[in-house]
């Protein structure tokens, strides 16, 4: 089942196109990369899924309730943390929690659950003016959980955080996400964020989503694989690859080729190799690093 649903949305602010025709969805239970460099379209896109602007063109639903048309519906089912979650400083961890708790109808004991959960709970009573900012960030985390959404929206949620506490949050995140299958889509700059946490994610630049991919590397969207070769005869066959319609994006690094060849034609590949003679040492299809990802799509090309 898809939580959310986003399809061919559109934005301008003023005479500028934002988002231009942007598609993707959120499976329940996922966590949902959205990446790309800043001024990308990450911020716009979020304002449109929690319901602070609307999009110009295009459906976005969430359980199946359209947000323009259904939107007390669509967003009674999400909960977000922004950057700095706005939180009472001069109440305790407990205090914030209970505002919230009692605005939503929310028995106590889901709420020590949820503290127990993003691991507050000996810090729970202190004010928030002691909380560093993992802390707050914890809080918000909960904050947002109380209402048992079905989707979790996270904007650039490690901002600030010291590597110790981005390891600690991104852990509570995996356990939100497996223990109340909520859906998880988390917005972010930071490649490794990303690589640790998402099942999926989409990468995003100016306004137009260039790939959604699982973070193994499986793409929704290209056609193609990647290959090392390592043969004996490497000029022959670097002759007889680059003659090829369906091989590209050429290297030689050492003793490995490397290229992009489109998918279903290894087998071809591999039996003109052996019938040219060449001698074939090593075949070795290989997913990209997400970081090798984003420079090609969004960068426009990997760097040597």
Do not use: W
């Not at 407990?94 to 810090?123: C, F, H, S, T, W």
């Not at 802390?135 to 904007?155: N, V």
């Not at 959604?212 to 929704?220: A, K, L, P, T």
């Amino acid at each position: 089942m898809n939580v959310l649903e986003v399809t061919d949305v559109k934005k301008k602010l003023g005479k500028r196109e934002i988002i231009k025709g942007i598609s993707f969805s959120v499976k329940e239970g996922e966590i949902f990369g959205f990446l790309g460099p800043n001024g990308a379209g990450k911020t716009t896109t979020i304002r449109m899924l929690v319901g602070l602007i609307s999009a110009n063109e295009g459906t976005i639903s969430i359980m199946g309730y359209d947000i323009k048309k259904q939107r007390e519906l669509a967003l009674e089912k999400v909960g977000a943390v922004v950057e700095n979650p706005e939180l009472y400083s001069y109440l305790s961890g407990l205090e914030n929690l209970m505002q919230i708790a009692r605005i939503r109808k929310v028995p106590r004991a889901y709420v020590d659950e949820i503290v127990e959960l993003v691991g507050l709970k000996d810090r729970i009573n202190d004010t928030l003016r002691k909380y560093s900012l993992g802390m707050k960030q914890r809080l918000g985390l909960a904050a947002a959980l109380l209402s048992k959404p079905k989707l979790l929206i996270l904007d650039e949620p490690t901002n600030g955080l010291d590597p110790s506490g981005i390891l600690d949050f991104r852990d509570i995140v995996r356990k939100a996400a497996k223990e109340t299958q909520t859906s998880i889509f988390i917005s972010s700059h930071i490649l490794g964020e990303i690589q640790q946490l998402c099942d999926r994610v989409a990468f995003i630049d100016g306004g137009i989503i260039k790939s959604i991919e699982s973070v193994n590397g499986n793409s929704e969207k290209e056609d193609f694989e990647i290959v090392n070769l390592v043969v004996q005869e490497q000029e022959s066959c670097l002759e007889i690859i680059k003659s090829l319609n369906f091989i590209s994006s050429i290297n030689l690094k050492g003793n490995t080729i490397n290229f992009k060849i489109e998918k279903g034609h290894i087998p071809e590949l591999i039996f003109l190799l052996v019938d040219n003679k060449i001698h074939i040492e090593e075949v070795i299809k290989k997913q990209l690093e997400l970081e090798e990802r984003y420079m090609e799509l969004v960068e426009g090309g990997l760097r040597a």
